[in-house]
């Protein structure tokens, strides 16, 4: 899988002047841009096809366009627009015009309080529920697809990034796709792909966050190791997130068990219950702390 030939800083690239260069994938350069006429600043994927194995990436990069267009969320990266290159039959280079999203991902995040991860994990379920709202299921959740950064207030915000496994709900893939740590079974065993499996992944993001550990997957415990192609009984339970961080309360530990449970059919019905849960838990933490910060009152007898 060959990169695009990178662009240099100062060069002009479909109307838009390179200012740095942010990150490589397996077949793009995405860069810094400003727009010399209005001086918005933007993110520019670079997808460029130079073999037909790589008509996927292609793919996925418009897919991850018409997906970002069509939810409309605050909390999921927005593509201003598409430019592709080449002929109508034959595109053989892509740019995404995207929102700059400032931040660090999840992953990268070396500390983050229970109360900020769980206002974050909230922001990321308010996103894909629309996402599912509109159609769409993500399929790819993951700490590297969350970035998060504080807002003027300081108050950190989240933004869903990476569209490019996305999917009608009911998709049937054709391939196994998805990343082996956060993988839902059903997504394994290339079954129908719904929002529970979006739950899915958001369970097992959660759970990585909050314990710095993986849940047992039907990946197995190598990449190559289907555990789940012979039966998915066979996939270990999680341990209690409660019992790997005693600071998790036992109304958090028990969604997020809910939400990595093997069958479909047991994980919380919809990403707004999810997203339900997540804000009483946060408000009932919120609470918590504020209790703890109020001044004791101190009671004096006059005589």
Request: proline content about 6%; hydrophobic content about 40%.
């Amino acid at each position: 899988m060959a990169e695009p030939e990178p662009k240099q800083k100062g060069d002009i690239v479909e109307g838009y002047r390179i200012l740095a260069e942010l990150g490589r994938g397996a077949a793009s350069i995405i860069y810094l841009v400003q727009d010399p006429k209005t001086k918005q600043v933007w993110a520019l994927k670079h997808v460029e096809k130079k073999g037909p194995k790589e008509q996927r990436f292609l793919d996925q990069a418009e897919l991850e366009a018409r997906t970002s267009q069509a939810v409309g969320h605050a909390g999921v990266r927005h593509v201003e627009k598409v430019i592709k290159k080449g002929s109508l039959l034959s595109v053989k280079e892509l740019y995404l015009v995207m929102e700059l999203v400032d931040g660090v991902s999840l992953h990268e995040m070396e500390e983050i309080s229970l109360p900020d991860a769980v206002d974050v994990f909230r922001q990321v379920a308010s996103g894909m529920a629309a996402m599912h709202d509109a159609g769409y299921v993500h399929a790819d959740m993951k700490p590297h697809n969350v970035i998060v950064g504080p807002d003027f207030d300081g108050k950190l915000v989240a933004k869903i990034i990476d569209l490019g496994q996305a999917c009608k709900v009911g998709t049937v893939k054709e391939r196994i796709q998805g990343t082996p740590d956060y993988i839902a079974p059903e997504q394994v065993h290339r079954r129908e792909i719904t929002g529970k499996t979006d739950v899915y992944n958001l369970g097992a993001t959660m759970y990585w966050v909050l314990t710095r550990r993986n849940i047992p997957t039907a990946m197995g415990a190598k990449a190559d190791s289907l555990v789940g192609s012979l039966d998915d009984s066979l996939i270990e339970k999680p341990t209690p997130v409660c019992e790997l961080n005693p600071e998790v309360p036992e109304r958090l530990s028990d969604l997020i068990a809910e939400c990595v449970e093997v069958v479909p059919e047991k994980r919380p019905a919809n990403m707004h219950k999810v997203a339900d849960r997540l804000d009483l838990i946060y408000g009932i933490l919120r609470a918590a702390e504020d209790d703890a910060d109020a001044p004791t009152d101190v009671a004096s007898d006059i005589g």
